[in-house]
């Protein structure tokens, strides 16, 4: 069945620190990838998403391409701040799965002033 | 525009005791989907609900119900609590397209003592 796969964390960086969270995964067909994000004590957001092969999402200075040949869609962010210290989670749809979410672990990211 | 509400945000049940959870999607969005996380953990998808029906039903004991009325609005209930039911209800909504993303509420905090 499909699967998302990230890097385990917890992730600790530096305020201004370059940013990378990787996420493969595996699946059926022309699934859409999203990468959401938790605040602590907070629901989740929708942080960015990609439709199709080449696309990039982008918000907030974050940004994540979907590469159909590497089967991957890796978080990537220039220069994190104290405020990006969240636990992000990657995550796919696929029309022929009932619609579900299929999720990450999770990664949590901690960044130190 | 408002977002995805749940209520109530926080909940405390004794172990036995049945409850109903209440989420109401986003202007014009006709699908609603039930995830619960536990604390240091992914999403686990319960239900999706669209146009009134059940579309998707996750890994859940038959105690776990839901229901979808004629504005969207949704409620999920759960019987014969246990402690291990102690986590966090989120709802999401979407337009329904194939791939469209998910839009989650705040979540509802559920203690089961």
């Known amino acids: 069945g499909d699967s998302v796969t990230q890097m385990e964390g917890p992730v600790t960086l530096s305020e201004e620190a370059f940013l990378t969270i990787n996420c493969t995964y595996t699946?059926?067909?022309?699934?859409?990838l999203f990468w959401y994000v938790q605040y602590p004590g907070e629901g989740l957001q929708l942080l960015l998403k990609?439709?199709?092969a080449d696309d990039k999402g982008s918000n907030k200075g974050f940004e994540a391409t979907y590469r159909k040949e590497t089967t991957s869609f890796h978080l990537e962010k220039g220069s994190v701040q104290v405020s990006d210290s969240a636990v992000y989670f990657c995550?796919?749809?696929?029309?022929?799965?009932?619609?579900?979410?299929?999720w990450g672990l999770g990664t949590s990211l901690a960044v130190n002033p | 525009d408002a977002g995805v509400t749940q209520s109530p945000t926080h909940l405390i049940k004794t172990r036995g005791q049945h409850v109903t959870l209440r989420c109401s999607p986003i202007?014009?969005?006709?699908?609603v989907s039930w995830y619960q996380q536990v604390l240091g953990q992914g999403p686990q998808f319960i239900f999706q609900?669209?146009?009134?029906?059940?579309?998707g039903r996750g890994n859940f004991p038959d105690r776990f119900s839901a229901r979808q009325f004629p504005n969207y609005s949704s409620e999920l209930n759960v019987n014969a609590l246990l402690l291990g039911d102690s986590a966090l209800y989120l709802c999401?909504?979407?337009?329904?397209?194939?791939?469209?993303?998910?839009?989650f509420g705040n979540g509802t905090r559920l203690t089961v003592t």
């Open positions: 999401a909504s979407s337009i329904g397209q194939a791939n469209s993303p998910l839009h």
């Open positions: 202007s014009g969005h006709k699908s």
């Open positions: 609900y669209y146009e009134k029906e059940e579309r």
């Open positions: 699946a059926t067909g022309y699934p859409s």
């Open positions: 990609a439709t199709k």
């Open positions: 995550a796919l749809i696929n029309a022929g799965n009932n619609r579900k979410l299929i």
